[in-house]
């Protein structure tokens, strides 16, 4: 009896041990997509550079994957995810932004004898990515305003910007970078997105000036050329404008019968560019202005002074969805900023950083992410203070993707060899049409998160961010890119 016992617990031992060592094909499926993801990762051209990765299942909830998902990196424009969560979350997809038009004083006679003034909470829509020209929302003022029976304004067109405070650049924004579109300032009053596009056309004969053309006109700006026009060779263009001032200068060299081309050098303070092309517009309709486009800012105690004001036009911007999809689609660091500046109006009647600031952490502290572990600096991303985690971002991105907008979050990121950033990325595999995803570029930070669907129909959420890699940033690409093949080709 004995002796069989133990033939038993020897046999049982065996069974077990055996058992142990056999695996599922689809346990192989997952052991092989792991050392075939290490082995992207592993890429040597990245060897001096780190690696943040974590991939999940939002089916199962399992981990795919995952190198160093709790550590801090810069994350470059995926800062824009908490930032357009928060704003969809706490503003709504139907969310619009407010502008009206008012006056002081008295209508008689066809003249208006008291100042015209515009107000806004940010409304970053009046360019022609929204409109067929920049102007349209001020033409059909201008038409109003003579419905009215205003031929004449004997004061000043002043803009009120005291919605948001008056800090028109983000914490730490590299100094260099100023000038150029996507470091526009920041501030409530917008047109043509605080820039100018610059279209640059090559003459046919060397003998012919070069052509610059804007896409909106204005004496707010003065635009030099230094240019040379050669035969042969390649062109190259430099197009700077000094701080503190709107005079752009365009240098380098064109080749004849050359390609146009596009350069967007931004406008520093873009209130009084608001006001000037508003008093330019209105002018151009026949209507005559007496005074002087006006900031707000330079009237002593405009509050007090401008409280009785006689409504003329309120303007409503196109719905909030539609303006994040720009902003995520294209990565819009204006667009970005405004968010969080208006979520910090909308809550505390004051949009500034450090009350958006508020809202976002207070949303994030929803999601299960403590405000005391990442850093949260601007809006953008442009900034390299910013930190946080591949895990903090792909809470956030299972969080939005079971949240009442789960279909309008979706829908508003770029799109893999469709649209937006990603729009150039991964056609003829099985991504396209299938990541939806956020990019992220600044100098030597790369960053990618969003969804990607595998072949059995499963939803995976993703983030990769790198930082310090001195490789071309083409080769990021094709690192996060490859792997993005794979789980589009996964079958369990």
């Given amino acids: 009896m004995k002796k069989i016992s133990i033939f038993f617990v020897f046999l049982s031992f ?150 948001f405070d ?57 635009i030099t050329k230094d240019i040379t026009i050669s035969d042969s060779g390649r062109t190259s263009i430099n197009v700077t404008r000094k701080f503190g001032t709107n005079d752009i200068l365009i240098r380098g060299n064109v080749v004849k019968s050359g390609n146009e081309f596009e350069r967007t050098p931004s406008i520093t303070n873009p209130t009084l560019f608001y006001v000037t092309v508003l008093k330019e517009t209105l002018e151009e309709k026949g209507i005559q202005i007496v005074g002087k486009p006006t900031d707000c800012d330079e009237i002593q105690n405009f509050d007090d002074e401008y409280i009785e004001q006689t409504l003329v036009i309120e303007h409503q911007s196109p719905l909030l969805k539609d303006i994040l999809s720009g902003l995520m689609k294209r990565s819009q660091n204006l667009y970005a900023e405004t968010m969080t500046k208006v979520v910090g109006w909308n809550e505390y009647a004051y949009g500034s950083f450090r009350n958006g600031k508020k809202v976002v952490e207070a949303t994030l502290e929803k999601m299960g992410i403590e405000k005391e572990t990442y850093q949260y600096s601007d809006g953008s991303g442009l900034t390299r203070y910013n930190y946080i985690s591949p895990e903090q971002i792909v809470k956030i991105l299972t969080y939005m993707i079971k949240s009442e907008y789960s279909q309008i979050w979706y829908d508003i990121l770029s799109i893999a060899g469709v649209d937006g950033t990603l729009r150039n ?21 790369r960053a990618l998160s969003g969804y990607v669907t595998t072949i059995d129909g499963e939803m995976l959420v993703f983030s990769f961010l790198v930082n310090s890699y001195l490789a071309p940033s083409s080769a990021t690409e094709e690192i996060t890119d490859s792997v993005l093949e794979l789980l589009a080709n996964f079958k369990r």
């Fill in 14 to 163: 065996i069974l077990i041990s055996c058992s142990s060592d056999v695996t599922t094909p689809e346990a192989d499926n997952f052991q092989k997509l792991k050392l075939q993801i290490t082995e992207i990762f592993d890429d040597p051209r990245f060897d001096n550079a780190f690696w943040g990765v974590l991939i999940k299942s939002l089916k199962t909830d399992e981990v795919w994957y995952a190198r160093n998902p709790d550590k801090l990196f810069m994350p470059a424009s995926n800062e824009k995810i908490p930032t357009t969560s928060t704003a969809l979350l706490t503003l709504g997809p139907d969310f619009t932004f407010t502008t009206t038009l008012a006056y002081t004083g008295k209508i008689q006679d066809s003249v208006l004898s008291g100042d015209l003034i515009v107000w806004s909470n940010g409304d970053p829509t009046m360019y022609n990515k929204f409109f067929s020209n920049p102007r349209e929302v001020f033409w059909s003022w201008a038409d109003y305003l003579k419905k009215l029976g205003i031929k004449k304004i004997t004061g000043n067109i002043i803009g009120d910007d005291n919605a």
């Fill in 166 to 222: 008056n800090e028109p650049l983000g914490d730490g924004w590299s100094f260099d970078g100023l000038d150029v579109w996507y470091s526009a300032e920041i501030g409530p009053l917008q047109i043509n997105e605080n820039c100018v596009d610059l279209k640059i056309i090559p003459p046919d004969i060397i003998s012919e000036p070069v052509q610059v053309i804007p896409n909106l006109q204005s004496n707010y700006y003065s």
């Fill in 425 to 445: 990325r991964m056609r003829g595999t099985k991504c396209e049409g299938n990541v939806h995803g956020k990019t992220g570029t600044i100098s030597n930070v």
